[in-house]
């Protein structure tokens, strides 16, 4: 069924007459900021790339629609109903989930900085690459859901069946908390901290901006333009490899690296060590 354009003043008169389902529509308005939908169900909806900040969206319904790149800041989507939406790229910084159904959401590379996710349900939900620095998911369960690559630094874990989840390359701090018993590294995470060593892995496209990186250990790591690093820190100068098009990498050290995912196209690689790496 082809979707229809609508004008968010046409939903909000609508709305007010006690209109609650909203299916099928793509919203022209790039701005929905600091409105207050509750209970609304938009089912199959095109929100991309639109400004939801500090919007009250509790309880709303946003099954299998398409989010990404929105933002979501200080929003309020508790006890809302988001299960096999696009969220991937969201802007959700200090956005509130708490009691949130995310059940196979795609939340890749989504920015859940600070975002409180007490008692979510993230069954299956796709977190690689998202920042959840200092996010709470207190209760939170998580079966199967993977973390892959995700920035993990002082986020409260103590949630419910993270021994399925997949922890592969994410990051974490001496504050991140976990559930009782659980070791992070033998579920192939990477403590950051002081004299930590980061060598070797992919942090492509990783948010690390807010980590204090001068003493852990990131030679051989590869980064890419997307990486955000804290002011002032320069990684090539701490060893770590730049990859873009048509980098230029002779002889660099890549032995048992994941390139599968890494855009090497038009790269010289000429003398470099890709023994047992993955491409």
Known sequence: ?????????????????GKRNFHEVIIDNNSLAKMRLL????????????????????????????????????????????????LSHAILYK?????????????SNANLSQAKLVKANLA?????GANLQQADLQGAYLSHADLSRANLWGADLRCLDLESANLQGALYSLT?????????????????????SLQGINLCGLDLHEIDLQQVNIQQAIYDEKTR????????????YLIS?????????????????????????????LRQSNL
């Open 124 to 128: 299956a939900a796709n977190l690689q």
């Open 229 to 240: 690093f804290p002011e002032g820190f320069d990684p090539a100068q701490q060893g770590a």
């Open 176 to 196: 991140t908390q976990f559930p009782e018993g659980f070791i992070p590294d033998q579920h192939g995470a990477y403590l950051v901290a002081p004299n930590a």
């Open 95 to 107: 956005s509130q989930l708490n009691e949130t159904n995310l059940i196979e959401a795609n939340l």
């Open 39 to 86: 209970k609304v169900n938009f089912i199959n909806i095109d929100l991309s790339n639109v400004n939801l900040s500090g919007t009250d969206l509790q309880g709303i319904y946003l099954i299998n629609s398409n989010l990404s790149e929105s933002s979501f800041c200080a929003s309020n989507l508790s006890f809302s109903l988001l299960s096999w939406s696009d």
């Open 1 to 17: 069924m082809p979707r229809n354009n609508v004008d968010i003043e046409i939903i909000l008169r609508e709305y007010s007459l």
């Open 245 to 273: 098009t048509f980098t230029i990498l002779p002889n660099a050290d890549l032995q048992g690296m994941d390139l599968q995912k890494v855009n090497l196209q038009g790269a010289d690689l000429r003398g470099a060590n």
